[in-house]
C-alpha cells in the first residue's frame, strides 16, 4: 500500500474530530492502527490530532515501524501508557476519543487513572470500521490476489482428496498449499467436515475418516498482504443420491439469487431475504441458520453483515461474502460461498472456483 494512502486515511479522521468534539483519537485495534499507519506489529497505539500523528510502540518494533510507517514513531522504553499520557499532557489534550469494543479494559482503566483533571476519554464507536468498510482499489486488488492463492489451495488439494482421508488431515493439506502458495496464514480454522458432521456450520476437523457416500464441507480462507479471503466448497465421496442433488441444486439456487441481487444502494436484508426465499421454495428455510454474508478485508468478520435483521445498505467497493447454507441433523450440510466486491451496477464475483458439488 503507497504511504500517501496511510497519510490520507489518517488526514480523513483528523478533519473528523473536530465535527465530533474530539481533541484527539487513540487507536489501540491492530486492524484499524493497521489501516490508519501500515503497522503491523502486536504492540502499538497511535494518538492522532487535528495536526499530528504519533505511534507508540517499544523497542521490539523500532526497526520495523521505521520501515512501515510515515507517522511520527515514539519508542517507550516501559509501559506504552505511560508515554501516552505525557503526550496528552504535552499536547493539552482534554477530549479523548478510544474504540470502547476495541480496546483492553486495563489499558483504559490505566489511562484514566493518569488523565490530568480536566482531560477525559470519550467512546468512540464504529468510526473506522465505517471507513474500512469502502475498499481502495489497491484494497481490493490484495482481497483478488488472497482470493485467487486460496482458490489455488483448493484445486491443488482435492485431487489428493480420498475416502478414508481424516477430516485433520486434509485441512493440513489445504493450510499447507496455502503458505506454498503465498499465504502468511488461513484467515480462520480451516473447516473440513463429512457426513453428518457437515451440518455444524462451523465444525472443527477431527481424525474422522471421510466415508462413502457423504458430503464433506470444506471452508476455508488465506490473509495474504494482510486482506482476508473466504470461500466454501462442497465434495461428496461416492455418487450423490437424489436428495444430495436436489439439496444442493437449493442452496447454489439461493446463493445465485443472493449475488445477483448485490448492487450498491441495496439493502443489506434485502440480499439475505432474496436467498431465504429461494430456499422457502424448496422447504429448505428454515435449515438456514446463519446470515447470507459478511464484509472481509483487514478481518475475515468486519462489516457489513448480510442478514435478516441488518438495517446498513451496500456500496460501491465493499468486499463481502454469498453463502447461504442449509443444515440438516442425520443427513449434512451444504454451504456455497464466495468472495464478491460490490459495484454500481451489481456485483464483481472475484472467487474463479467452480460452484460444481466436486465427486472423490
Known sequence: MAADEFQARRQTVASGLAERKLDALLVAFSP??????????????????????????DPRYQIQSGQETTSQVKIAKGPLVIDIITAIKRLRLRRIGYEPPRMACDLLQSLEARLPMKAAM????????????????????????????????????VPKVRAGMKEQDLAAELEYSMRRLGAEKPSFETIVAGGPRSALPHAQPTAAPLTDGGLVVVDMGTFQEGYASDMTRMLFVGAPGAKVKRTYRAVLEAQLAAIDAVRAGVSTAHVDRQARRVLKGYGLDQAFVHSTGHGLGLEIHEPPRLGKRDKGRLAAGMAVTIEPGVYLEGFGGIRIEDTVEVT????????????DLRII
Open 32 to 57: 484499524n492502527l493497521r489501516y490508519l499507519t501500515g503497522f503491523t506489529g502486536s504492540n502499538g497505539n497511535l494518538l492522532l490530532t487535528p495536526d499530528r500523528a504519533i505511534l507508540f510502540t
Open 344 to 355: 454500481e451496477s451489481g456485483c464483481r464475483i472475484l472467487t474463479p472456483t467452480s460452484k
Open 122 to 157: 470519550t467512546p468512540v464507536t464504529g468510526w473506522i470500521e465505517q471507513l474500512r468498510a469502502i475498499k481502495s482499489a489497491a484494497e481490493l486488488e490484495r482481497i483478488r490476489r488472497s482470493v485467487e492463492t486460496n482458490s489455488c489451495a483448493f484445486e491443488q488439494t
